[in-house]
């Protein structure tokens, strides 16, 4: 993806999001990053703690341990907003 569309169709943190998830899981179906079950999870909305962007987490039904999009990521407790991450992705990319 090229810097313009990044700036284009990633313009705030639930994009991105929304982005992690069609990468990680294309089909829909959300498979634990823990016990690696397929379609087991659901999705959950917590409490925010960050502005920036929706706080989704993904229980699993078969081992009861949570996760978002951004587990095992590089994204995973970041404390800069992931438009800011992409643009840098694309960034470097691009050089």
């Not at 095992?72 to 907003?81: A, E, G, Q, S, V």
């Not at 992931?82 to 643009?87: G, I, S, V, Y």
């Amino acid at each position: 993806m090229k810097l313009i569309d990044v700036n284009q169709k990633l313009k705030t943190g639930d994009d991105c999001l929304d982005y992690i998830e069609k990468m990680h899981w294309p089909d829909g179906q959300i498979d634990c990053v823990h016990c690696g079950e397929l379609g087991r999870a659901s999705r959950t909305l917590r409490q925010a703690k960050s502005k920036n962007r929706r706080n989704l987490s993904f229980p699993c039904l078969a081992c009861g341990k949570q996760f978002s999009a951004t587990s095992r990521t590089i994204f995973n407790d970041t404390h800069l907003p992931l438009t800011k991450w992409f643009m840098a992705a694309a960034m470097i990319c691009e050089a």
